[in-house]
């Protein structure tokens, strides 16, 4: 069955490189881009075809998870020659990709250490020489280290957790099994763990998958990539059902002292999956408001109208247990 | 050769400045440690205030090369549109040197940028308005407009010059960066509009010899007539507020409270766009102690939010319409 997938996997490099352009910035169809770009492909055909685990992948997940030559809004580096040079030594004789996650893991996790650094998103070269980075940087680093070696990888975020005031960015690898999160297994024995990173998912109010094409089951799709809900493999949810034909409506939660925008619903998108909890609504012009609750395995069914201030004292983002 | 003087004289680097930020280098302290043994002179005194004025992920990211390009390339073209004293020094070293527009990599690009410019730019004016003007023109003749995608962030300039589009951040990188190229003093702002087609712009700011900003639209990102609606102005180089230069400005004073709150209560400023709202994070207070805000005429939603033990949130709202030069109070009602 291996072999026979192997040989069916016919994606040349020109069609590589076609479909990363594609979802690529513009900018790197020229160069000096384009040059790193071209590198990029080559590299990554060339571990697929080497890797144990490279005929396992099917092409659909190593275009959209192995190739890319970015993670996020970093910018454009030769980063995989670098980590190829130095992860493939750690993965060598290891036949599973779960085993060969772990450790890339130990070794990423011995070189980088989370620290807040600034709003640009650094490239995984600075991160690795200077041995720090905020969430999505070592997010960053980890995935180009994994994708260096074949392994696929895709990056996923909350734009505002609902229980405490900031927003996070982690890294999902790929098995045949199914998407894995390290942060909710422990990389010793892979079992589950409790951590403050659990805690927080499991009351998050929207989670979000990266995913450079076009797939039917995003939430939205801009540029070349979708936004996968996932929102359900951390928290319990429920379903909120916008009921109009045109009106625009924002889901906001409360961060940092100030309503913050999770997610637009417009007539594109009138029915979301989200984490247990109270949402504020915002539509129309002049702005109305209404404050609305998702329960578990419920749906919340939300008719936008005419009229709605926004109340002068709310309690939001999660509902206090001794009610 | 001008001397650059008073600023630089006053802000030299100190030994212990230095060691403290090559120590948060880590990676890249080889460069800046070559420049100091390299450069003297002028070169060496804008050296230093690169070092020490810009953030930490453009020192990590700095190279020799680009080093050498910026503080050459601006020493080179200080008096191409100034005469003597009509650039204070401060607006050389934070608007000239400093190469940063917004927040693309730092990349060298001031020897091929001038070139570039120099070659189109013909017939030549010193005059900086009509230079700017033409460089804006042709930065949005030669790029069509791209849509920000999530992948990857703002391109730096050159890459931006060789590709055939650009998003609206990325052509105000190359035309900012080109002035700064050719010796303009220039900086970007970033506004936000009340009104139901408000939000975040920006524009770019252009110091003239007359001794003053002068802003200028840039066609690939207009702004509402006689920028009406504008709430809040801010230089990114500086983070100075620039509001009162465009708008009537009026003030919402914050009192603390005869009881401040023993819980941490933060407080926050947004503007009604169409569907919601949009905190201004420039804006934000301390509710329990006096403060002021300086803002554009409008209707604003101030919010203080405390972080419950659980994890919930509880949010008073008020909103204020501030008239133009009006003064209005805010207690926060815990």
């Known amino acids: ?323 | 050769m001008t001397v650059i003087t008073a600023v630089l004289i006053a802000g030299l680097l100190s030994p212990a400045t230095r060691d403290s930020l090559l120590a948060e280098t880590h990676g890249n302290r080889e460069v800046w440690e070559d420049a100091f043994l390299t450069f003297s002179g002028e070169e060496l005194l804008c050296v230093e205030y690169l070092f020490k004025s810009i953030p930490r992920l453009d020192r990590l990211e700095m190279t020799g090369e680009a080093l050498l390009d910026h503080v050459r390339g601006a020493l080179s073209t200080r008096n191409r549109y100034y005469q003597e004293g009509t650039l204070p020094d401060s607006l050389f070293l934070s608007c000239i040197l400093f190469f940063r527009v917004d927040q693309e990599p730092v990349t060298g690009y001031r020897h091929e940028l001038g070139r570039y410019w120099n070659r189109e730019l013909t017939p030549r004016t010193s005059d900086v308005l009509q230079t700017a003007s033409r460089v804006a023109e042709t930065v949005h003749t030669m790029l069509e407009p791209a849509e920000q995608g999530y992948l990857g962030g703002i391109e730096p300039p050159l890459v931006v010059l060789s590709s055939s589009a650009a998003t609206p951040a990325e052509s105000t990188v190359l035309f900012c960066a080109s002035l700064k190229s050719l010796g303009i003093a220039a900086r970007q702002i970033t506004g936000w509009f009340h009104g139901e087609d408000g939000g975040r712009r920006r524009w770019v700011e252009v110091w003239v010899p007359e001794g003053r900003w002068e802003p200028l639209a840039l066609p690939w990102e207009p702004v509402p007539d006689g920028f009406r609606g504008l709430a809040l102005a801010v230089s990114e180089t500086t983070g100075e507020a620039v509001t009162r230069h465009y708008a009537e400005t009026g003030q919402i004073r914050i009192h603390s409270g005869d009881e401040p709150p023993e819980e941490e209560w933060m407080g926050t400023v947004s503007i009604p766009v169409r569907s919601g709202y949009i905190p201004l994070d420039w804006a934000w207070f301390t509710p329990g102690t006096e403060d002021s805000l300086e803002l554009g005429p409008g209707s604003y939603l101030i919010c203080t939010g405390r972080r419950n033990a659980d994890g919930s949130v509880t949010m008073l709202t008020e909103t204020v319409i501030l008239e133009p030069g009006g003064d209005r109070a805010y207690r926060p009602g815990y």
């Open chain 1, 1 to 323: 069955m291996t072999l026979l997938l192997f040989l069916l996997s016919v994606l040349s490099p020109e069609f590589c490189l076609e479909h990363l352009l594609q979802k690529s910035p513009g900018a790197d169809r020229h160069e000096p881009n384009l040059s790193m770009i071209l590198e990029n492909v080559e590299l990554a055909l060339h571990t697929r075809e080497t890797m144990p685990w490279g005929p396992l992948i099917p092409d659909s997940v190593f275009l959209r998870h192995v190739l890319p030559a970015r993670v996020s809004q970093e910018p454009l580096t030769p980063w995989r020659p670098v980590f190829m040079e130095h992860v493939l030594p750690l993965v060598e004789g290891v036949s599973s990709i779960e085993e060969a996650v772990l450790a890339v893991s130990a070794w990423s996790d011995s070189i980088t250490e989370y620290r807040p650094t600034q709003l640009r998103d650094q490239s995984p070269l600075v991160t690795w020489s200077s041995g720090i980075g905020r969430c999505e940087e070592l997010t960053v680093f980890f995935m180009d280290a994994l994708r260096s070696v074949g392994i696929p990888c895709r990056q996923a975020y909350t734009p505002w957790w609902l229980t405490v005031d900031s927003n996070h960015a982690w890294p999902e690898v790929w098995t045949p099994d199914g998407w894995m999160c390290l942060e909710k297994v422990s990389t010793e024995d892979r079992a589950p763990q409790e951590n403050w990173f659990t805690e927080r998912a499991r009351s998050s109010g929207l989670i979000l998958a990266i995913t450079p094409d076009s797939v039917g089951e995003a939430l939205s799709y801009s540029a070349g990539i979708s936004f996968l809900p996932v929102t359900s493999s951390y928290a319990k949810t429920g379903l909120l059902v916008i009921e109009c034909d045109s009106s625009e409506v924002w889901v906001n939660v409360a961060n940092y002292g100030a309503p913050r925008r999770l997610l637009k619903m417009d007539a594109g998108l009138r029915r979301v999956e989200l984490g247990e909890g109270v949402y504020l609504l915002t539509w129309g012009w002049p702005v109305r408001s209404a404050v609305v609750e998702v329960l578990p395995g419920a749906a919340t069914v939300f008719v936008p109208g005419e009229t709605g201030e926004i109340p002068e004292e709310m309690r939001l983002n999660i509902r206090r247990r001794e009610e």
